[in-house]
């Protein structure tokens, strides 16, 4: 048996390159995704352990009596640094400045959603922690360098002139000369960063404390060196040796990497198993060709066990062959991934990591995976009698019904799949939202089952409804083709699975992607219903004078400004932030209030929202305490707002209340400014950033603009996630071709006797593609009412306990509509190659059986 499995491998080398073609490309997913995280982890180890450990000792903040970890604040006194170059066995010691520095763009605004970070750079090389890239590291007071991304972000140069916040808000100009890396540190890898001259950074930060000082031996061993540097230091310090360092950044830098991975194994597993649906179709069909080659065999003394054996030899031959091509094929897929990424980046490119994981992995997967599909197949070989090698045709299901027990299961599997989804919704709309997640993938998991259990009715009744037009006006070759497919609903039922599979996940990132840009949109409306809005930088501290709103006030572009003060305060007894805006203002730009009337806020009233009412017990009409910074006094509550509806704080007073207790001339927070054109808001835009020129730091954004960024972001996840469930989708594509050309194998004769019969090879080719397009479509819109329903069920269940206001559930018809027809024009090129093959067949010969 072992003999003959070899032999029939050898000779029918194109079924063995179909059959493992779906498993090389899943395999390659897999150790592909392993090359690509093992390459970035090491360029980031790389990247942080060599700005740690090329010194010898590090002196960090000491952390909190509770163990907390340290904040972006330095907490390194500046008199430390000569302490520790006082250590015997110090050679040299330098201390680094870390500060929130805003670099401003070329309109004077400072750029990015977060402020940018300023790091001190010594001259000395040897201290200089980070690498340069281009030009040199600054050294004069009007000198400074850039991060490299930073820069690309901006599109400055090496030779421009920029202009810089201190922490005093005052600009400063400076000329660029170099481009550094900052990678390895945080603060300045979400913000970006520039670098300057000792004496530069501490005069920009307003101070010269250290975030760390790094200090270089004069040789000997830096354990050593670092219990010295701890002793002088008495305490209050962590103090490491820069491996000790490096090894800690590079295990606080692993989380990102394992999420990537995490998520693009994820990905690889739906490409595994659906490459194991086309080897499980393949091998299917395998065995009902080859009913009377194993039926001979079985004449001849072969047993069921040695026939089942043979069957799955087969199988793992060709999954560990596969399997050895899809290792070295994601590996050159997961370098050349990390190429494009580091080019994009402007990273230095590292030589290929290979780990030992995704040889063994890749390996063992794709086999596994290859054998496990054709147990099946290879049990049904075992029940082939001897007296089937008699027969000429092989059996069809046409005509078969699914069983009590099919039926059964299928109804089960819907029952316990719509159970787990609506308790999943249940939890998420509660406010439980990793369970109830889980639970929806679960119920998506169980319904699919489901599917797959009356998949050959389901694909039997799709066929009839969506072939019964064409077959009438379509002629001969389409009425062959639907009565093909519903000769066999059983094999075109487990082709259309695996399509369905990667059109499923494809619509439910299109769903939930639509529903979110709607419900960001109606947010948008709910919470900032104005046109123009003015506030400072996250994270960063921003004050906007009084007569900036009141200039804004008599300027023609303008409509309306509102704005948002707000200060500390104790409302009975609890710490509160409370916002000033007039009972107007507050009707204005609130949506909705679940008791009393906004509108009605004046002098000795206060709005609260509804979860500090629910904290603090209060309702409509309650009168609560305000102790604020110049009184106190009594305040009655005249409406209960929805939480999260207002960009303002959860308690609001009428501005004379406000001026009473905190000042008239405490600043704004924020602008929140209407257009007097509601078509067009440019001039408005215009006005805020001429009125805030002087005030750099404070952001100008039009709520058209934030709508465009969060499209533009969702759209790029979505072409994101189309790209990796894309393969999956380009393995079912190779399922259905391979499907077709087994088929053509399989009905030689008959396509033979239909060309004797007058069918021309156009109608025969043509033959072909409606199956092809028939299975396709018929898996599609199985996957696209799959996708629709539970992407439904992902936004109902993780947004409505995140998202304020309302989620809005959008099905993208138009999206869908492009799929449903990639799914046909997929069909039409799976049929090429097996329509050549079966047009070139020879009449004569095939009649003959040669």
């Known amino acids: 048996m072992l003999r003959t499995t070899l032999a029939g491998l050898r000779a029918h080398r194109l079924r063995l390159l179909l059959t493992g073609l779906a498993i090389t490309l899943g395999v390659a997913f897999v150790s592909g995704t392993f090359v690509l995280t093992d390459m970035m982890g090491a360029s980031v180890s790389r990247q942080l352990a060599g700005s740690a450990d090329r010194f010898d000792v590090i002196v960090l903040p000491g952390e909190s009596e509770e163990g907390a970890e340290r904040t972006e604040d330095p907490a390194i006194p500046a008199d430390v640094l000569a302490e520790v170059g006082a250590v015997p066995g110090v050679a040299a010691a330098a201390g680094e400045i870390v500060a929130q520095t805003p670099l401003l763009d070329a309109d004077g605004r400072a750029i990015g959603f977060m402020p940018t970070y300023g790091v001190s750079l010594p001259a000395d090389p040897e201290l200089l922690r980070y690498p340069v890239v281009e030009g040199t590291v600054p050294t004069a007071d009007d000198e400074v360098a850039l991060d490299t991304g930073t820069a690309e972000d901006t599109g400055f140069a090496v030779g421009d002139r920029v202009e810089v916040l ?11 000369t170099g481009l550094i890396d900052l990678g390895a540190n945080a603060m300045a890898a979400i913000g970006g960063g520039v670098g300057f001259a000792p004496a530069t950074a501490e005069r920009m930060a307003g101070g010269g404390d250290f975030a760390e000082i790094h200090v270089l031996g004069a040789g000997g061993d830096p354990a050593e060196l670092r219990d010295a540097v701890a002793a002088a230091l008495g305490g209050g310090y962590e103090v490491v040796t820069g491996a000790e360092r490096a090894a800690a950044l590079v295990e606080a830098s692993g989380g990102d990497n394992q999420v990537l991975a995490i998520g693009l194994l994820l990905f690889a597993l ?28 079985r004449c001849v003394g072969a047993e069921r066990a040695q026939v089942f054996g043979a069957v799955l030899l087969e199988a793992a031959v060709v999954g560990l062959l596969a399997s050895a091509v899809g290792v070295a094929a994601g590996i ?17 490119p590292i030589a290929p990591v290979i780990g030992w994981h ?9 086999t596994v995976v290859t054998v ?29 019904r699914a069983g009590a027990v099919r039926i059964g299961l299928a109804a089960l599997f819907a029952a316990g799949g719509t159970a787990l989804t609506w308790y999943g919704i249940v939890l998420g709309t509660g406010g439980t939202l990793e369970p109830g997640m889980l639970l929806v993938a679960a119920g998506g998991i169980v319904s699919f089952l489901g599917v797959l259990a009356i998949g050959p009715n389901l694909v039997a009744g799709l066929v009839r409804l969506l072939g019964w037009a064409p077959a009438r006006l379509l002629g001969v070759p389409t009425r062959l083709a639907v009565a093909n497919t519903r000769r066999n609903p059983r094999r075109a039922a487990t082709t259309t699975v695996a399509l369905t599979v990667g059109v499923t996940l494809i ?25 123009v809005l003015a506030q400072p930088q996250m994270s960063a501290e921003g004050a906007i004078p009084r007569e900036v709103a009141a200039g804004l006030r008599a300027d023609p572009a303008v409509r309306s400004v509102v704005e948002v003060r707000s200060a500390e305060a104790r409302l009975d007894g609890t710490e509160q932030r409370v916002a000033a805006l007039d009972g107007a203002e507050l009707a204005d730009i609130a949506t909705g209030a679940v008791a009393g009337d906004p509108a009605g806020l004046g002098p000795g009233t206060v709005a609260v929202a509804e979860d500090v009412a629910a904290a603090e017990g209060l309702s409509v009409g309650d009168t609560v305490a305000l102790d604020g910074g110049g009184g106190t006094g009594e305040l009655t509550v005249v409406a209960v707002l929805e939480p999260m509806d207002l960009p303002v704080p959860g308690v609001v007073l009428a501005g004379t209340d406000f001026d009473r207790y905190f000042g008239a001339d405490h600043p704004a927070e924020r602008l929140l400014v209407s257009s007097a054109d509601r078509e067009d808001s440019s001039a408005a835009e215009a006005a805020v950033s001429g009125a805030l020129a002087e005030l750099p730091a404070i952001q100008v954004q039009t709520v058209d603009v934030m709508r465009q960024e969060m499209t533009a972001a969702l759209d790029q996840l979505l072409l994101v996630m189309a790209g990796l469930v894309g393969l999956a989708v380009v393995i079912a594509l190779f399922g259905i071709a391979n499907t077709l050309t087994l088929s053509v194998v399989e009905r030689t004769r008959e396509s033979a006797m239909l060309r004797a019969l007058g069918l021309t090879r156009g109608q025969l080719r043509r033959m072909l593609l409606v199956e092809a397009v028939l299975i396709s479509v018929i898996g599609a819109l199985i996957g696209v009412v799959l996708g629709v329903v539970f992407g439904w069920a992902a936004v109902v269940t ?18 869908i509509g492009v799929f449903l027809a990639v799914a046909a024009l997929a069909g039409v090129l799976a049929s090429v190659l097996p329509a050549r093959r079966a047009a070139r067949d020879s009449v004569v010969a095939a009649l003959a059986g040669e």
């Open 332 to 348: 050159g897929l997961g370098a050349g991934g990390y190429a494009a990424l580091s080019a994009v980046q402007g990273d230095t």
């Open 507 to 531: 619509t439910l990132f299109a769903v939930v992607t639509a529903s979110l840009r709607a419900s960001y949109d109606q947010a948008l409306e709910d919470r900032y219903p104005v046109d």
């Open 166 to 176: 201190d922490a005093d808000q005052e600009r400063h100009g400076f000329t660029v």
């Open 270 to 297: 739906v490409a595994l198993f659906v490459a194991g649906l086309v080897i499980y179709n393949t091998f299917t069909i395998l065995v009902a060709q080859r009913t009377r080659e194993l039926a001979l065999l």
């Open 798 to 815: 993780a947004f409505t306990s995140t998202m304020s206001g309302e989620v809005l559930t959008t099905v993208p018809a138009g999206q």
């Open 358 to 366: 995704t040889v063994l992995v890749g390996l063992v997967a794709g």
């Open 372 to 400: 496990v599909a054709a147990l099946l197949p290879a049990r049904r070989a075992t029940t082939i009698a001897p007296v089937a090698a008699l027969r000429s045709q092989p059996e069809t299901d046409e005509g078969r």
